[in-house]
């Protein structure tokens, strides 16, 4: 019987070991790939269900004050010295209803195949972005005075409305599901991809969004999350791909070294700052990945990344107790509620305790507007899967 080789015998063994990687590989991805748009079935339902009765409201059904267009939207909020939002955000509500409920609705048809709820989606996008006496002007300029509010400064919220305007993100993407929907007119279709196409041009070439696109705090995150949706959709592969190349040379330079934004901290609600900013980062980290490029395991080469982002905020969203930094001024006692970054960034890295926390968290469907706006993501199934092209 002859003897094995040094070199067979080594070569034996390294696939072996190859082998015994994968097996595990495979083992620990089944672990975190659960369904889910099942898991969160009767969440959905329940929320495309009251989705469909009521009028379709946009903007243009609550007046603005000072507002120089009926169909422009407005948002002049700022802070009190509690750290409350005050001031106009009537049309920043309306737009972020608008697209959870698009959102439940086609997260809903996918998983019923009813088309009643297919029909309210289709509805909803022709009201707010087709219909000449209800859609919204595709821009953020509708101050009162024509000047941008992105000149007062960045450490309050009264910045430019981007931070009121983060439901554009999810818009986008169930905009995706619906116009490539069979029984989707193509005419609608093209319209809302026109209508998002106009509103992309706004972010890039206003002055306003400049401002924060340029940014190097929050307004600068807030841009990229929206702009890198609303390009995947209105297929602008330049700003779409400009996107990815802000997030891996640009945010995550904004991370301090142990995986938290320094910034955040310096606020009247730190945690809610802090989580808010990570949440935003976990949807743009998906939204420039593709299946063949994922850029949840990028890193710079001082290792700050999204894995160290979500390790930092992970024992504080297990415990709110655990938080060793001043406490929110207000809402404290209100988290945390769900991060979907959780979700994401566990399928990814097959970390089965994030998404079991996540699982454990409860979503932010009943919380007063301020919360919700800090939580935008409002269908995780959608984000769990890739949208149409």
Known sequence: MRRMTRREALSGATMAATFGCLRRMAAQATGVHFNVAEFDRARTIRAADAALSGPILTITSVAAPGAKSGNGFFCDATLDAAGDVTGFTGHADLLSRMAAAVAALIAAWRLTSDSKYLERAQAQLQAWCITPQTRMTPTLDNTADGSATAAKTETDLRLNPLRFTLALAEFARAASFVCAAPGTDPALADGVRAWASELLRWFSESARGAVARDSTRADAIFWTMQASELARFARNDAVWRDCGHRFRDKLLRQLHLDGYFPYAL?????????????????????????????????TLPDGRGMRAAVAWAYPFLQSRGQWPYPADTRRFSQQPMRENVLLLGGRAWNRQDYVDLWQAMKPADAADAEIRREHPVTQPALWAVRPPA
């Open 266 to 298: 310096t606020t009247q609600r730190p945690y809610a700052e802090s989580m808010l900013l990570l949440e935003c980062m976990g949807s743009v980290c998906e939204s420039v990945s593709t299946p063949f490029e994922s850029a949840w395991p990028f």
